[in-house]
């Protein structure tokens, strides 16, 4: 931690100071009862806060938790100056007796993240601010002996009249319960809402903070019925609760440092295991404590699952990137409440790295074995919708005409034969249509003559001048000799359709034991990988051949499709 | 040719239905069917024993459906150089065209299967193959001529010209020519000449000959 070191250790100081101060005050002081235990008691609930306060703050300094649980310490130390004999500073010390619990509220609602996230808890925050201040002025305003007769006179008295100070004490009062039966019930509603994770966080702090502010509820409630008394004083059980408060913190911070410590060992230890049935999912899952924790995966500039179906990353969740040498493998989507803990994910995060990796490759195999899936149902959708509507269509008209026809011979020979030839001209349709179709399933000719009589077939039905400079006379394997056609076939319709190219030219050669197929085009350039889906097509298919192809398109310069085939 | 003495056949398809029509249209249309064959070494066993005039051969036969028919129909050629060969493509696929007349179109021809039904070219084409002549598809002549190139030394040929082209690439004589196109045969030869030197192609009288020279220049786009 580089963050500064003097301010905590400056607000230590002057903790500590006051401190000394409230024991000056309250050991002098002519109107506290048992001083000594008073002071006791103040100053360990006091110095506990300042203290865990300034701890939590020095390990996450931009978390203003820990700066809060000080000020809420700090807040309590002022308490112990209503023991001051000195008219002015008792008055001002009962002013600021109850501000620790206008702290300990804010605390409440900025709790875990330091920030209060939404602007009714703010208006809480505030109206309990106004109320700690504001409750003690009906009493000192009209003269404080009627809760304390020991205690100095109030600096700020103006009236004499008890009764109006006793009226102002119950709205102060009542004012009060209205503020506490609020803090009560958005708390449980934090609660409600809290996942799993988030549970385990706001636990401690939370049921502390409903158990002393219904206490205090109580306390003022019983004041009201029973008439004022010394302000600022929580009865034991409510001191109980509040000196636990840093503890219980203090614990939860190490308990999770430990256990989230311990995780990520177990994690890197059973990261070289073989995978269980959740995986390496429910392997981070159990290590960051976080059930619904997803894993996805960088593949082609785009997020996927495991299963290779595309996925975004989720609006309401944190994610983690997971990077390896420096390439993004994938993300650990979690709750934002692990936020609080970067230094924990950020080490399961470089844990999981490397078991990614491998689990990022069969996400990426997935989706390309998905979308060869994919493609294969379009074709045969395509091609039965080219049959239904093509030859089927007219070898039913055909049936149809043939049949009239019979009916015809005897009565009008002449129609019969004018049918028999119309008949004949459908059938040709019929015969053309299923011969391009079939070429465009498998040519003929690349099964049987290989692919130069392929490509060359492919030349002479190309709509622009094809120039063929190379293409090798031996077999090569038909997976390769397949893989390579498409790619030729696709590259020169899209030269045809988009490019603007005067001519194209097809290269095959065999390089270092692959095949490597380039079609060049004199065109505009500027053409887009993304586009359609068959480039995409094209790229799993060679693919599925651990080859690779790559697109060269500069604006202006033409287009140069390269794939390269191991053979 | 005399038409007392019918042509000798022999029929090589593998699809029973499609060789008993074909027979049939044979010899309804006079022809004399000497054999028929379901595969390719039966073919060639009934071609040396029948020494037909033709054989009229498909090109997919078992046992490994590729082009066994194509094979079998080089290899009458080089055996018996009394027999033509007249074979049937499902495909319109101009290499096994060229492949096929590439060295010598005499006595050979390439047709789309589809032809069969129009009888008239189908038996014409069987007749000038038997007569040493050559027949090739008109489909795969219109995609030889259709090609598109840079410089296409073909814009210069005029609409009629081209037509002209595109019979002689089919493997027609002149007279054949003149009578498709409705014109004297005197006019045919022009057009031809014009065609060969437009071409830069050297002239050249004989039927088969002209064909190998149009069918080598068109290949090699």
Known sequence: MTRPT????????AGLALGALGAVVVASSSHV???WLTLAIGLFIGEAWIGAGLYAWSRRPSNHVGLLMTWTGFAWLVNLLVAANGELVFTLAVIASNLYLGAFVHLLMAYPDGRIRRPLWRRLVQATYALCLLGPLPLLLSGFEVACDTCPQSAIQVT???TLGRIG?????SAALVLAAWVIWVLAARWRAASVPQRRTLGPLLWSGVALIALVAATIGAQTISGPQIPGVLPLAGQLVFASVPFTFLAGLLRSRVARADAVNELLVRLGEAPGTDGLRGRLADALGDPTLKLLYWVDEGWVRKDGRPAELPVGAAWTPVELDGQRVGAIVHDRSLRAEPEVLNSVAAAAGLAMRSERLEAALRRSRARIVEAGLQERRRLERNLHDGAQQRLVALSLQLRIAQNQIGKAPDKAVELVASAQE????????????ARGIHPAVLSDRGLQAAVEALAVRSPLPVKIEEVPEERLPEPVEAAAYFVIAEALTNVAKYADASEATVAVKRVNGHAQVEIRDDGVGGADPCRGSGLRGLADRVGALDGSLALDSPPGSGTTLRAEIPV | MSTDTPLKVVVAEDSVLLREGLVRLLEDSGFEVAGQAGD??????KVGAHKPDVAVIDVRMPPSHTDEGLRAARKIRA???GTGVLVLSQYVEEAYALDLLSESTESTGYLLKDRVADVDTFTDAVRRVAGGGSALDPEVVALLLGRRRREDPLEGLTAREREVLGLMAEGRSNAAIAEALVVTERAVEKHVTSIFSKLDLAPTVED?????????????G
């Open chain 1, 6 to 13: 003097r301010a905590p250790a400056a607000l230590a100081l």
């Open chain 1, 33 to 35: 009862d048992r001083p």
């Open chain 1, 160 to 162: 004499s009249d008890e």
């Open chain 1, 169 to 173: 004490d119950v709205a102060a009062s």
């Open chain 1, 426 to 437: 459908e059938l040709t349709r019929a015969l053309e249509e299923l011969r391009e179709l």
């Open chain 2, 40 to 45: 390719a070494e039966d073919l060639l066993r």
């Open chain 2, 79 to 81: 055996d018996h150089p």
């Open chain 2, 208 to 220: 088969h000959r002209r064909v190998l020279a149009v069918l080598a220049y068109l290949r090699s």
